[in-house]
């Protein structure tokens, strides 16, 4: 009996000392075709930490590895279906399905595919929410983007996303995708949103809004900034995974953005939040969203008319706005700002523009030309002063403003 007691004794410390020395998992998510790494638990993506390329998982952890449309592949066994539960052993190693499988050895068939699904919850007057993400299954869906779409003017009212504090350990694509376009969403009598943005179009729809010859490059002009670009609402370059980069390039996400707005002021709001998250070391919860619609003159009345991408007869859809949102919003210690840019480098008279009192001048993280017209005169309000002309924005618990 003592001889027992001894043995089990033995093995108990050999068990402890093992499971005290085996190494975490440690590996790069970034590699070639690499499967997505989602929480089994919530079904969301799991990041690297801050300041750090790799991500590193306890041993006896579990993880999912997910294929979206596609097959998990591993080490060449392409029997397994778009997502699989695996267990951190140590340094690159897993438990799936039984056997030992390497992390550099798994991949998938091919790149995951976004989609745009509209759903029947409302967010707003007319109004609905949508998600941008990507299928698991027959009922799981790993969801990256919410949309809250306006299903009469055909047009995002705003999205939402989670801003992790890895993002400056950010991934490149190697190639940027097209915009995609979910038909679901649109009724264009036959034509497609990606049309409607060709630069020969926007311009023959916006100079018969305005009473001007199809031709007329008074305002939409050739090999120059001023055009209505496809303005990502959440950016592009939100997201560290090239997959999920991809899933921001779809037309729900997007509204005519004119270029030099686009290309100066709005892209320093959308970096300066990201560096924000970056040398603050936190995660923000990010709404960006649109509000009214952009004017210019009309040619014979010069009365404000206001332009829109699609225009058939009295029907009008896909509206250029007047203003840009960006709700950015610190959930621990609940601080929130709202940057707004206003899009239209025609306007003389930004007064009108300003919905809210600025407190931009509180705030020492904004890099923009906050004044320059043609860059998109730039200003910052606080939620709450914000919401009251805004209505549809979200009504969230505010401590103070995010500094």
């Known amino acids: 009996m003592a001889c027992f007691r001894y043995l089990s004794t033995s093995l108990f410390l050999l068990t402890v000392l093992w499971e005290a ?17 989602v929480h089994p638990e919530n079904t ?35 029997s397994i279906p778009n997502q699989v539960t695996a267990v951190c052993v140590s340094d690159t190693q897993f438990k799936v399905n039984g056997a030992t499988a390497d992390w ?52 995002a009212l705003y999205s939402y996303y989670d801003l992790t504090r890895a993002i400056g350990s950010r991934g490149k694509s190697p190639r940027r995708p097209q915009f995609a376009e979910d038909r679901a969403f649109y009724k264009l009598n036959g034509r497609t949103v990606n049309q409607l943005y060709l630069r020969k179009t926007q311009r023959k729809t916006v100079n018969e809004l305005l009473g001007l010859d199809d031709y007329d490059t008074r305002y939409i002009k050739n090999g120059e ?28 996400n997007a509204a005519p953005q004119w270029q030099t707005f686009n290309g100066y002021n709005w892209e320093r709001a959308e970096s300066d939040t990201r560096n924000f998250a970056d040398s603050r070391n936190v995660d923000l919860k990010v ?14 009345t010069d009365e404000d008319i206001k332009l829109y991408l699609y225009s058939s007869g009295s029907e009008r859809g896909i509206p250029v706005p007047a203003i840009y949102w960006k709700l950015v919003y610190e959930p621990i210690t609940k601080r929130a700002i709202v940057l707004i840019g206003v899009n239209n480098p025609y306007e003389t008279e930004f007064s009108k523009y300003v919905i ?10 904004l890099d923009w030309r ?15 002063t914000f919401r009251k002309v805004v209505t549809y924005a979200p009504n969230l618990q505010v401590t103070g403003l995010l500094e």
């Open 104 to 155: 550099n050895s798994v991949s998938c068939d091919s790149e995951p595919v976004p989609t745009g699904r509209l759903s029947s919850s409302s967010c707003a007057k007319n109004a609905r929410l949508g998600d941008i993400g990507f299928p698991l299954g027959a009922d799981e869906f790993l969801k990256i983007i919410t949309i809250c779409f306006d299903t009469v003017q055909q047009t």
């Open 370 to 384: 906050a004044t320059d017209l043609k860059d998109g005169y730039s200003y910052a309000c606080t939620l709450s």
């Open 44 to 78: 969301t993506i799991i990041y690297p930490d801050h300041g750090n390329k790799y991500i590193t998982l306890k041993a006896g952890q579990s993880v999912k590895f997910a294929c979206p449309q596609s097959r998990v592949n591993l080490g060449g066994d392409k």
């Open 356 to 365: 809210c009192p600025d407190v931009s001048r509180n705030v020492d993280w």
């Open 287 to 300: 709404w960006t969203g649109t509000y009214g619609v952009t004017t210019l003159p009309s040619e014979e």
């Open 225 to 252: 900034l001023y055009f209505l670009a496809r303005g990502h609402l959440t950016a592009y370059a939100d997201f560290i995974y090239p997959a999920l980069q991809k899933a921001t390039c779809r037309y729900i």
């Open 21 to 37: 020395s085996a190494q975490d998992c440690q590996i790069n998510p970034f590699q070639e075709n690499a499967p997505l790494l």
